[in-house]
């Protein structure tokens, strides 16, 4: 029976040191037809908001230390690329080097520094509580930190264009995924249809009525436009 996507391997792993794992494996982009990497990553989104609530009702004493939260594809270089589009399979050893890996890091926590770091796709796609969700079991965090959505893949390491690219070019017109979109975390002009700010500040202004306000809100990296439009909205 043909597979139908997206499916994906939905993993949890919870340590004896209450650390946690989530990891939704999507198969592999050189079998697969335009793939929707954002769709994919909201049904991701929507697995962790329901883990977490599930947590909350029957796990809410335990804390986590650390957590991370991986969205995976597997990703063939050009030649192995061609080699499968000419015999429908990939050599054997296809899958054996962390090249032919691509990872999106959500978010990831450690009670080391005490911060959450979240990518604006979670942030975007997620429901306003689920970051509070989130924070109720982590054992101390100070800070979230928000930044671009971007992709981990050994295949182009020093490759700006692959790494931090809306539209990396490998993999929508090489791999022909053509609605493949990064979107970057905009909070200095509009592009939301609705809405008081009309970007990503009016997911952050919802998310933050949830969070505990002891907890401070971050952009990494911002720079000073996005600085002032930060505080403007209240969110310094």
């Given at each position: 029976?043909?597979?139908?996507?997206?499916?994906?391997?939905?993993?949890?792993?919870?340590?004896?040191?209450?650390?946690?794992?989530?990891?939704?494996?999507?198969?592999?982009?050189?079998?697969?037809?335009?793939?929707?990497?954002y769709?994919?990553?909201?049904?991701?989104?929507?697995?962790?908001?329901?883990?977490?609530?599930?947590?909350?009702?029957?796990?809410?004493?335990?804390?986590?230390?650390?957590?991370?939260?991986?969205?995976?594809?597997?990703?063939?270089?050009?030649?192995?690329?061609?080699?499968?589009?000419?015999?429908?399979?990939?050599?054997?050893?296809?899958?054996?080097?962390?090249?032919?890996?691509?990872?999106?890091?959500?978010?990831?926590?450690s009670?080391?520094?005490?911060?959450?770091?979240?990518?604006?796709?979670?942030?975007?796609?997620?429901?306003?509580?689920?970051?509070?969700?989130?924070?109720?079991?982590?054992?101390?965090?100070?800070?979230?930190?928000?930044?671009n959505?971007?992709?981990?893949?050994?295949?182009?390491?020093?490759?700006?264009?692959?790494?931090?690219?809306?539209?990396?070019?490998?993999?929508?017109?090489?791999?022909?995924?053509?609605?493949?979109?990064?979107?970057?975390?905009?909070?200095?002009?509009?592009?939301?249809?609705?809405?008081?700010?009309?970007?990503?500040?009016?997911?952050?202004?919802?998310?933050?009525?949830?969070?505990?306000?002891?907890?401070?809100?971050?952009?990494?990296?911002?720079?000073?436009?996005?600085?002032?439009?930060f505080?403007?909205?209240g969110?310094?």
């Amino acid at each position: 029976m043909k597979k139908k996507f997206p499916i994906e391997d939905h993993d949890i792993s919870i340590g004896k040191k209450s650390s946690a794992f989530l990891k939704f494996d999507f198969g592999d982009l050189g079998v697969r037809k335009n793939v929707d990497n954002y769709n994919e990553i909201s049904i991701a989104t929507e697995r962790i908001h329901n883990f977490f609530v599930d947590h909350n009702m029957t796990n809410n004493n335990r804390k986590f230390s650390e957590l991370n939260c991986l969205v995976s594809y597997m990703i063939p270089n050009e030649e192995q690329y061609k080699f499968f589009l000419k015999n429908k399979r990939y050599k054997k050893d296809y899958g054996h080097n962390t090249e032919n890996y691509l990872n999106y890091n959500l978010f990831n926590y450690s009670k080391k520094n005490k911060q959450l770091q979240v990518q604006s796709a979670f942030l975007e796609l997620s429901q306003p509580h689920t970051l509070s969700l989130i924070t109720e079991n982590l054992e101390k965090i100070d800070k979230i930190g928000f930044y671009n959505t971007i992709s981990v893949c050994d295949l182009f390491p020093d490759s700006e264009e692959f790494q931090y690219s809306p539209f990396p070019k490998y993999i929508t017109n090489f791999l022909g995924h053509k609605k493949w979109f990064n979107h970057d975390l905009i909070i200095d002009e509009q592009f939301y249809k609705e809405g008081l700010y009309k970007n990503n500040l009016d997911d952050l202004v919802e998310a933050r009525k949830f969070v505990d306000p002891k907890i401070k809100f971050e952009i990494l990296g911002a720079n000073e436009k996005e600085k002032k439009c930060f505080d403007f909205a209240g969110l310094f």
